[in-house]
């Protein structure tokens, strides 16, 4: 039930995240073509502030929940599946982040071997 529940927010916080992406490259590609953010009104650079936040915030979730999946997985004895859950945390992950994510990997990798 765990695994189905974050397979779920999973599917849900990548569509955000993508949405939200491709909101913010479409505002970054519009103010180069006018010549960068000073040109445009301030409300411009806040919707961009808010758009970073968001990517941030929809990366964050993706992180927790690939790395919870890729734990229960690991416990599971479902070694193969953990690791590839533990790689797409590592694509998320912020930079404090990746050391633990890195220390998960290698866990797994080591009862791979066993």
Do not use: C, W
């Amino acid at each position: 039930g765990a695994l189905t529940a974050f397979q779920r927010i999973i599917e849900i916080e990548a569509k955000a995240l993508d949405s939200v992406e491709a909101a913010l490259i479409q505002l970054d590609n519009y103010a180069a073509s006018v010549g960068g953010y000073s040109r445009l009104m301030a409300s411009a650079n806040d919707r961009r502030t808010a758009l970073q936040r968001s990517v941030s915030s929809h990366r964050g979730q993706l992180h927790l929940n690939y790395r919870n999946s890729a734990i229960v997985l690991r416990d599971a004895g479902r070694q193969p599946e953990a690791l590839a859950a533990a790689q797409s945390a590592l694509e998320v992950a912020s930079d404090d982040e990746r050391a633990i994510i890195d220390g998960l990997i290698l866990d797994i990798e080591n009862r791979m071997n066993q």
